[in-house]
């Protein structure tokens, strides 16, 4: 399970952004996941609890959006996804495609209480893919 890993990685890049935005309490952290990446979010929310024991993480929610993979059929220009289509085109019936959603893997928002500003930090970071 790479996804340990994964999220000791991403509490070690939100506590040093927390640092130099002098925030001292973090609320809520949200994650985007691509349904064709390889992280699995069910086993970064497993893991999370014990990844952020400790840190500045350690009350903080944990929110995760899946993000549809979706593909551009080369055939008709259709943009279907993947997974429910079994990566073929509902429209002409092709398996000649692009990707172009789904292998993302961000830290999409850092929340913070209340009493620390700023209130919110939107974070892009690279895909550990």
Do not use: W
């Not at 979706?70 to 092709?94: K, T, Y």
């Not at 999409?108 to 974070?123: A, G, H, M, N, R």
């Amino acid at each position: 399970m790479h996804e340990l890993s994964i999220v000791l990685e991403i509490v070690k890049n939100v506590e040093n952004i927390a640092r130099r935005n002098g925030v001292s309490k973090i609320d809520t952290l949200v994650l985007q996941i691509g349904e064709l990446s390889s992280t699995i979010p069910r086993y970064v929310e497993a893991c999370y609890p014990m990844a952020v024991e400790g840190s500045l993480l350690a009350d903080t929610k944990l929110e995760i959006e899946v993000m549809p993979g979706n593909a551009f059929c080369r055939g008709c220009g259709d943009v279907f996804n993947l997974r429910e289509n079994d990566g073929i085109c509902p429209g002409c019936g092709e398996e000649d495609f692009d990707v172009i959603s789904g292998r993302e893997f961000f830290i999409k928002e850092i929340l913070t209480c209340e009493e620390d500003q700023p209130s919110e930090e939107s974070v892009v970071t690279g895909s550990p893919d």
